[in-house]
């Protein structure tokens, strides 16, 4: 999935965070997973500078309580590491997430955020994308 940012509509962004946790809500086809860019993250943990809002938690909160956990707050508390980061500030932001709801959640094994490199490797994380790569892992 990708949760289109704030700019330049505000709506649109809400619409489609609010379809997800509705879609959240009403799910009933067994283990299930949804994963991408939401633009969104915990206030505090997933910002180097302050930009996530109270709004942002709520909706972190909202999925939960439909009974989809953010899988690396499920295994790894309130570790700080970023997804991805502003060309401009350079500073750092989790923007990938991973839900998983109750049914999968057993079978959560690992979830770790990996920086694209070329063969040879180099030190600029931007080679292959802005973002990290979020690999999760899943028991058969």
Same mark, same amino acid.
């Given at each position: ?7 330049? !509509?505000? &709506?649109?962004?809400? +619409?489609?965070?609010? @379809?997800?946790?509705?879609? %959240?809500? /009403?799910?009933?086809? $067994? ?18 500078n302050a930009?996530?809002?109270?709004? !942002?938690? &709520?909706?972190?909160? +909202?999925?939960?309580? @439909?009974?989809?956990?953010? %899988?690396? /707050?499920?295994?790894? $508390? ?37 920086w ?25």
């Open positions: 999935m990708h949760i289109p940012n704030f700019v330049p !509509d505000r &709506a649109r962004k809400r +619409a489609f965070m609010e @379809a997800l946790v509705a879609t %959240a809500r /009403r799910w009933r086809g $067994g283990p299930a997973l949804f994963i991408g860019d939401t633009n969104l993250g915990r206030p505090v943990f997933d910002e180097e930009v996530f809002s109270a709004h !942002d938690n &709520a909706w972190f909160d +909202a999925l939960e309580r @439909a009974g989809w956990r953010d %899988a690396f /707050r499920y295994l790894h $508390g309130d570790r700080r590491e970023y997804t991805w980061y502003s060309p401009n500030g350079r500073n750092g932001f989790r923007l990938d997430e991973a839900f998983v709801n109750r049914k999968l959640l057993p079978r959560l094994v690992s979830v770790r955020h990996e694209g490199q070329p063969e040879g490797g180099s030190e600029n994380r931007e080679t292959l994308s802005d973002h990290a790569a979020l690999i999760v892992e899943l028991a058969g």
